[in-house]
Structure formats: structure tokens, C-alpha cells
């Protein structure tokens, strides 16, 4: 008997009737002789309710109340899915977070799982039991309830497959799989078959949502095969795995985009030594996090330094920087919040020239002015005016030939 872990995605169990169908899915994976364990998200947009309900009561929700109360969302679906699947007159039986052993640090609404101690899982599959797990949650040494961060059950699902020693995990959501581009952006955008995780860690930290970053990350730590798949659908999805194909005809697998960036630029500050720390120091202890740094290379001694943060982090940057560069005797600080970035990635692309040359190539015809530039060895990246992303996507799409199958 094969043991498989499934994670149905907030959009799969967002109503009675959407939680019924998973059941569905569920007992159909059972019936074929498997064992189950699932791993799920809140329904809809439970999340973000509770989140707003807090910030209803106060400005400054405390954490450990705050964590508490944002892992609710997950019981709910998790116990409806377990009746809907009794209710078909299959075993089922959900567990929080804590009774299925996660074990996380204290870090609240960002914690990172330790270990999974899995023995009352085990225990419950012995018994005949479909294992319903409340995704997104832990629990510390001291039983406090953490989360994991917006997204976390990917993470759950990768994770406690891991720990059971499972050969795969199925990840259905609302999409068909890993699309080449968003399809609600680029109509002629198709899923993939199959990704490499390194081409999807990109694809998710440079914007596509579909699947959490750590899980990914998780997965290919482990060797862990990850199906991402419709749950509204027979379509057979993309697999993200460790052996994806790096002779396939087009290199580039896939444009990324994010319109959540901002732009701080602090001019005319001195070249000398420890002018990069006194600024990013500071950024760092305020827990802003930093993604593109640029620094040119200063004529007569002074020099620029450009990064990006996100936007809702933009006033706060700016307290922070503002003051220091004052203190170092630079010019100006200045800052713009309207830019976005797009992103070409293809674990083929390395040691391949050209492909950032047709890059700026597409995005100069289509008039478009590019900011700042970062790559990686299998990616390529552009910061361009916030308006004019989506133009960027559609063209590079184009440019690449990515709606032809490999
Ligand atoms: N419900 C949580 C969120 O919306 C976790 C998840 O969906 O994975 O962020
Ligand atoms: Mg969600």
C-alpha cells in the first residue's frame, strides 16, 4: 500500500460544496489502495478576514494571540473535510498542527518547522485513518501555536513528506500546474510538464505564486517530487523534481513578473569603507528585507547606492535611511514606489549567451526603460516602470516563443 500526501490549496476548499468535491478526490485516491494524508489550507479568503478582524481591535496585534488565532482558519477546513469524508463513509480524522507533531521555533507568523514528530500520524494511518493535517501551523517546546508565514501549508505538505519518508507530494490548487507565464496576463501561456526545482525557487521568489518558495526549497532538500495540479480538473499538472530536462528546445521555461517594488536611491554618498553597512544595518535591525542593492561605481570619490524593498515597506525604509544619510554627508535620498520587475529564468540559459542581450533587445522595441538589472546564473531580471510589467511579460513571452511546446 503506497503512501501519498496531498495539499488542497484555500481556492479547492473554499465552500461546503468545494470541500465535498475534495472529499471526493480524497476517497478516489483511497479507493486505489493508497494511503492518505492531506494536508489543507483555510477556506478562501478566511485568512485575510481574521487577519483584518485583528487589526479591527487593534493596531499592534500581539503576536501569540495574533497566531492563535490565524491557525483557526485551518482547523475549520480541516474538520469539514474530515466529516464530508465519514459523511462518504470513509475513516478520516483531522489533527491541528500540534497534534500532528510540527514543531516549530518561536518565531511567530514566520516560524520555521524544527522537526515533525510523526508517531500519531503513523498511528492513525495504522488504524485505517484518512489523515486530515491543518496546514500553516506548529506549535513551540512550550505548546504556544505558531504559523509559518502567508502560503505556509505548501510548506506543511513538503515538510511532512519528508518526515514520513513519502516519494512524492501532490500539491492542487485552482491552476492547471506551473504555467510558462500567468495566464490571466498572457492567454497563450501553458502549464508545463515538468520544472527543475532550482527554475521554480526562481520562478516563486521573482513572483509566480503558485507555489511557496520554502516549500520548494524543502523539496529539493529532500529529494521530494512535487505534483502542482488542478483540483477542478483531470489535467495532469507539473511535476517540480530534481531531474527536469536541461536539453529541452527553449531554455527560458518561464517570465516571472512582481509589481511590489520600490525604489530607494541615496546619492552622492562618500566611497570609502563601511558607507554599505551603516546603511544596511540599520534596514536589517528594522527587519526590513532588502532585495536589489546596485552601487555605481563613484567618480571622484562618491557614489550612489539604489535598492529595492517592498512597497509596504517603503515609509519605514525611509525613516530608517533618511537620518544616516544625513549623517554620512550624502546628497539626497530619494525614492520612487511605481516600479515592477520581470524576470526570465531557464536552467538552460547558463552558459548560453545572449539571452540577456534579447532581453533588453524586446523591452528597448516595445519602449520600455529599464531601471536596474540583477541575474542569476539561470536568471535575468528587470526593474522597469510598475505600468508597463505587463506589456514587458506578454512581449518577452512573445520574444521566446514560450507558448511553443518543448
Ligand atoms: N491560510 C494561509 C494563508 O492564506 C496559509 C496557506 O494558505 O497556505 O496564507
Ligand atoms: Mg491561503
Do not use: W
Not at 365 to 392: F, H, M, P, W, Y
Amino acid at each position: 500500500m503506497a503512501l501519498i500526501v496531498q495539499k488542497y490549496g484555500g481556492s479547492s476548499v473554499a465552500d461546503a460544496g468545494r470541500i465535498k468535491n475534495v472529499a471526493r478526490r480524497i476517497a478516489a485516491a483511497r479507493d486505489e489502495g493508497n494511503q492518505v494524508v492531506v494536508v489543507v489550507s483555510a477556506m478562501g479568503d478566511t485568512t485575510d478576514e481574521l487577519i483584518d478582524l485583528a487589526y479591527q481591535v487593534t493596531d499592534r496585534p500581539d503576536v501569540r494571540e495574533f497566531d492563535i488565532l490565524l491557525s483557526t482558519g485551518e482547523l475549520v477546513s480541516s474538520t469539514l473535510l474530515a466529516m464530508a469524508l465519514k459523511e462518504m463513509g470513509y475513516q478520516a480524522i483531522s489533527l491541528s498542527g500540534a497534534q500532528a507533531g510540527i514543531r516549530t521555533d518561536s518565531a511567530h507568523s514566520r516560524a520555521r518547522i524544527l522537526k515533525i514528530e510523526v508517531r500519531r500520524v503513523v498511528k492513525e494511518l495504522e488504524k485505517g485513518n484518512i489523515v486530515i493535517v491543518a496546514g500553516f501551523q506548529g506549535v513551540t517546546d512550550e505548546m504556544d501555536v505558531t504559523t509559518l508565514g502567508r502560503g505556509g501549508s505548501d510548506t506543511t505538505a513538503v515538510a511532512l513528506a519528508a518526515s514520513l519518508g513519502v516519494e512524492g507530494c501532490q500539491i492542487y490548487t485552482d491552476v492547471e500546474g506551473v504555467y510558462t507565464a500567468d495566464p490571466r496576463l498572457v492567454p497563450e501561456a501553458r502549464p508545463l510538464a515538468e520544472i527543475g526545482y532550482d527554475e521554480m525557487l526562481e520562478l516563486a521568489i521573482y513572483g509566480t505564486k503558485v507555489m511557496h518558495p520554502r516549500a520548494v526549497e524543502l523539496g529539493e532538500l529532500y529529494g521530494i517530487p512535487i505534483l502542482v495540479a488542478s483540483s477542478f480538473s483531470q489535467e495532469p499538472g507539473t511535476l517540480i523534481h530534481g531531474g527536469a530536462s536541461m536539453e529541452v528546445r527553449n531554455k527560458v521555461r518561464g517570465v516571472a513578473y512582481d509589481l511590489d517594488v520600490a525604489k530607494i536611491t541615496v546619492v552622492g554618498v562618500s566611497d570609502r569603507p563601511g558607507i554599505a553597512s551603516s546603511i544596511f544595518q540599520p534596514l536589517a535591525e528594522a527587519g526590513i528585507s532588502i532585495d536589489t542593492i546596485v552601487q555605481n561605481a563613484g567618480l571622484d570619490n562618491v557614489t550612489d547606492l539604489t535598492f529595492t524593498v517592498a512597497k509596504s515597506d517603503l515609509a519605514e525604509a525611509m525613516r530608517v535611511v533618511e537620518p544616516i544619510a544625513g549623517l554620512i554627508e550624502a546628497r539626497e535620498c530619494v525614492s520612487d514606489a511605481s516600479l515592477g520587475k520581470v524576470s526570465i529564468v531557464g536552467t538552460g540559459m547558463q552558459n548560453t549567451p545572449g539571452y540577456a542581450a534579447k532581453m533588453f533587445q524586446v523591452l528597448g522595441e516595445q519602449g520600455i526603460n529599464i531601471q536596474l538589472i540583477t541575474t542569476s546564473e539561470i536568471r535575468i531580471t528587470c526593474i522597469i516602470d510598475e505600468a508597463k510589467v505587463k506589456k514587458a511579460v506578454r512581449a518577452l513571452h512573445r520574444a521566446f516563443e514560450l507558448e511553443v511546446k518543448d
